[in-house]
């Protein structure tokens, strides 16, 4: 009964994690280019009453033994980069890709991140920006006299300046992408993932090469929540929570009623 009422803790553990990263989804089904996670789970060492084949004292194997389980812990969260819809926003800075692959952006410290969100801006410089104002990689300048862009497939940049009839080239949007893109890190929020031992280095190239995506201009890319998957497994999760819950309470009765019998 005591062992119960601890496994049963390790569930109720397990699931409040589960639903705080539903919660986490469900709070960004808004955000550009966000992409879902999802808790893994593996069950606790066994406790061992009798192994499988043990000797009985006819000389007999017994097939099966008698193990019991300590119950349940997350072994990770997954990020799951599904594609997300395309959204048509008109706007010329805003880039959706299609297919695999990560803008590089530039932190203030020098650093290098990776998003999947194309919402981009002009600071009054006229580089190409986020919404952070950290700049993309590699740095693209648009002439202030401007009043076209144009953003091809293949990442090449060009703005046609006021007075002339042909648009010049002013830079190229390179993505990157990862071998194991669930490896790289959240910490910093902000759309932004960061470059870990796990995700392995970022392989650099032209869009619609090497197994990069292509760019779509005036595009971006909505989040990959299913609102309602999440609500089902928040449904899902709830209730598994309340059974762990009611076989605490069944194991204190049980406790109570032994503590109870006399003789």
């Not at 970022?202 to 779509?216: K, S």
């Amino acid at each position: 009964m005591i062992r119960a009422m601890f496994t049963a803790a390790t569930g109720m553990i397990g699931q409040q994690l589960h639903v705080d990263t539903i919660a986490n989804n469900l709070a960004n089904v808004n955000t550009t280019g966000f992409k879902k996670s999802r808790v893994n789970f593996q069950d606790l060492i066994y406790e061992t009453l009798k192994p499988a084949g043990t000797e009985t004292a006819a000389g007999q194997l017994v097939p099966e033994g008698i193990q019991v389980g300590h119950g349940v812990r997350p072994s990770s969260i997954s990020k799951l980069f599904t594609p997300g819809n395309f959204v048509q926003t008109g706007n010329p800075l805003d880039v959706a890709i299609e297919g695999d692959g990560f803008f590089q952006i530039t932190l203030p410290d020098g650093t290098t991140a990776y998003t999947r969100d194309g919402s981009f801006k002009l600071d009054a410089n006229g580089q190409v920006v986020t919404a952070d104002g950290y700049l993309l990689e590699p740095a693209i300048v648009v002439p202030t006299d401007y009043v076209q862009i144009v953003i091809g497939s293949d990442g090449v940049v060009s703005a046609l300046v006021a007075n002339q009839t042909a648009p010049q080239n002013v830079g190229e949007i390179q993505l990157v992408r990862f071998v194991n893109p669930s490896g790289l890190d959240a910490r910093l929020g902000r759309n932004l993932l960061t470059e870990t031992d796990a995700s392995g280095t970022p392989i650099a190239g032209q869009p619609g090469q090497d197994g990069l995506g292509t760019l779509e201009q005036g595009f971006l890319e909505s989040s990959n929540v299913q609102v309602v998957e999440e609500i089902i497994n928040l449904i899902l999760a709830q209730r598994a929570y309340e059974a762990s819950s009611r076989v605490i309470t069944s194991s204190d009765e049980m406790l109570q009623t032994a503590n109870n019998i006399r003789r």
